[in-house]
């Protein structure tokens, strides 16, 4: 397997651009919650041979010939799932988590439907009911949130939309709500109202599966994740189901909205959830999560707000209103001091989604490089000094050349050129 692209014909502006990307994520701290580093493994199964297979269908019921290898891998994938998670059935498929989303809904509701998501300005995702998402156009959504004293989810106010509007699916999952979702409350309000439980756990996958995060495998009909994330796969998408929900949730991937698989991402799928069951990553979320609670930490010391006044995963979220800037200048500040991170709406935000008041920060890439606690104080350094200097491009410099300096401690992929 070529160890970068020089081993083939010269593309001198292709070149450019990859090596470009692959010093900025070198010399740049990624604090994008929702990103990580694949293995260098994982990296280069990615681009495998598997890259030429078309495999419509599933095992033994391809539209295809020549798939008997790619059978052999997708239930290799298949069976790691379910054994890392202990589901009845996995569909490995789903090129993204919005796809394991929209096969979900349509797996358990009809277009014009009605269910129950997390309000997209409280933390929750755009396909849990957005009105420009497919979610929300297809189905009717109705939406939960959390409350304004604690910032926790209003499990009162889920339980009493459930039983009042009798929805046919509930989704719990967020997109940035940094504590624990108790999917029992979930369960319980889906049981009173007759509805079925989707969860997406994209964001808490890795945690899940190593058990420092509630499984909502064994309460829900369906559970969707993306593989990237926390679980540190390649990009792509998964659902998880019990067997009664298996062939609706098959037929709506295929054929219902996708083609031929990436038989080459599900080859990455397949180790990354193999690197998954193995002892040293759940050593790994520990990590994340101690990163993730001394970030937290300092930044309070610095005098920064954060939503719900803390954190339980890998991800904060910072309340910039105190400091009188938004998330759009926080991120543009930060990009140029060299740290890579996300504006973010806040709960009850009175900024616009393109400005946002908060500021989303994550762990997971960072931990993947090496990082520690001791690292993350130096890090919150970079993230605060950045903060209060957003209008001074000559500090904001000097971060970024600190930066560049203070991540060569931490290697990211020594063996490749791009």
Not at 12 to 27: F, N, P
Not at 91 to 96: F, I, L
Not at 386 to 392: G, K, M, Q, T, W
Request: glycine share 8%; aromatic share 8%; charged share 25%.
């Amino acid at each position: 397997m070529p160890a970068s692209t020089r081993d083939y014909p010269a593309d001198a502006q292709l070149e450019s651009i990859l090596a470009k990307e692959l010093g900025r994520q070198r010399d740049r701290l990624e604090m994008i919650a929702s990103e990580n580093f694949v293995s260098e493994h994982v990296l280069r199964v990615t681009a495998s041979v598997f890259t030429n297979k078309y495999a419509e269908g599933y095992p033994d019921r391809r539209f295809y010939g020549g798939c008997e290898y790619a059978d052999e891998l997708e239930i290799l994938a298949q069976g790691r799932a379910r054994k890392l998670f202990g589901a009845e059935h996995a569909n490995v498929q789903p090129h993204c988590g919005s796809t394991a989303n929209m096969a979900a809904f349509f797996a358990a509701m009809k277009p014009g439907d009605l269910f129950l998501g997390m309000n997209l300005s409280h933390g929750g995702h755009l396909t849990h009911g957005a009105s420009v998402s497919f979610s929300g156009r297809v189905f009717s959504a109705r939406f939960y949130g959390v409350r304004e004293d604690t910032e926790i989810i209003d499990y009162d106010e889920v339980a009493s939309l459930a039983e009042r509007l009798k929805p046919k699916v509930i989704v719990a999952g967020a997109s940035s709500y940094p504590r624990i979702i108790d999917f029992e409350r979930f369960r319980e309000a889906a049981d009173r109202a007759g509805a079925a439980l989707i969860v997406d756990m994209a964001h808490y996958a890795g945690m899940v599966a190593a058990g420092l995060y509630p499984s909502p495998v064994p309460l829900a009909e369906i559970v969707t994740t993306t593989t990237h994330k926390t679980l540190r796969g390649p990009r792509g998408g998964m659902i998880l189901c019990r067997r009664s929900y298996a062939k609706a949730v098959d037929d709506e991937i295929f054929p219902g909205i996708q083609g031929g698989p990436l038989m080459h991402v599900i080859a990455a799928k397949a180790l990354a959830l193999g690197e998954a069951l193995e002892p040293d990553f759940i050593d790994y979320q520990r990590q994340l999560l101690k990163n993730a609670s001394r970030l937290a930490a300092r930044l309070i010391d610095a005098g920064f707000r954060l939503v719900s006044g803390g954190t339980d995963i890998h991800l904060v979220l910072i309340d910039l209103r105190n400091k009188n800037i938004t998330g759009s200048q926080a991120e543009i500040a930060l990009d140029k001091a060299g740290i890579t991170a996300n504006k973010n709406t806040i709960p009850f935000d009175k900024r616009s989604f393109s400005v946002t008041s908060g500021l989303r920060l994550g762990t997971a890439a960072l931990t993947t490089r090496g990082l520690n606690e001791s690292d993350m104080d130096e890090v919150a350094d970079f993230v605060c000094t950045a903060l209060h200097n957003v209008d001074d491009d000559s500090k904001l410099k000097k971060i970024r050349e600190r930066v560049a300096a203070f991540l060569r401690k931490f290697p990211l992929y020594p063996g490749l050129d791009f």
